[in-house]
C-alpha cells in the first residue's frame, strides 16, 4: 500500500474517533472541541482527495466561523454545575460500545473485500475537479444564473437582518 492511503486511513480513524468522543461526552466544551479535530481531520482528507478549495472552505467555515459560534452559544449558556457534567458507565453506553464495536468490524470487512477487488479507478481528470480553478471555472460559467440568484437571495436576508435590528433598538 502506498504512504499517502495509510495516512489517509489514519486520518480516516482519527475523524471517526474525533466524532464518537464528540457525541459521548457530556461536558459541552470537551464535544466542541472534539467537533474541531474532526473538522481539520476532515480538511485534511479533501487535501488528501486532492480537493483543495473544500479543504479551506472547510477549516475556514466550519472550524473558524460556526465553531466560534458554538462555543460563543455553550458560553452564555453558563451551565454551572459540573457534578451533572461528569461522566458514568452505565449498562446502557456498555451495550452501545459493543454495538459500535460490531458496526466497525463489519465496515472494515466490507472494506477489506473493497480493496480486494481491482475495479476501483480514478478518472484522468479526478485531481483537478476539486481545484479553485475547475470550481470558478463552473461556477462561473455553467452554474452562473443559480450563482447570481443565491447571491441576490443572501443579499436581501442582510438587508433584512439590518432592518429587524435597526427597529430593534429604536
Known sequence: MNVEIIFFFLIAALAILSAILMITRRNPIMSVLYLIVN????????????????????????????????????????????????????????IAVGLTTVVLLQLLVGLRLLTASDSTSLSAHATAMGTVESIGKALFTDYVLPFEITSVILLAAMVG??????????
Open 161 to 170: 437582518v439590518i432592518v429587524l435590528a435597526k427597529k430593534k433598538f429604536q
Open 39 to 94: 473538522f481539520f481531520s476532515l480538511a485534511v482528507m479533501y487535501l488528501l482527495l486532492h480537493a483543495q478549495f473544500i479543504a479551506i472552505i472547510q477549516i475556514l467555515v466550519y472550524a473558524g466561523a460556526i465553531m466560534v459560534l458554538f462555543l460563543f452559544v455553550i458560553m452564555l449558556l453558563n451551565l454551572g454545575d459540573e457534578a451533572r457534567l461528569t461522566e458514568r458507565p452505565t449498562l446502557k453506553k456498555m
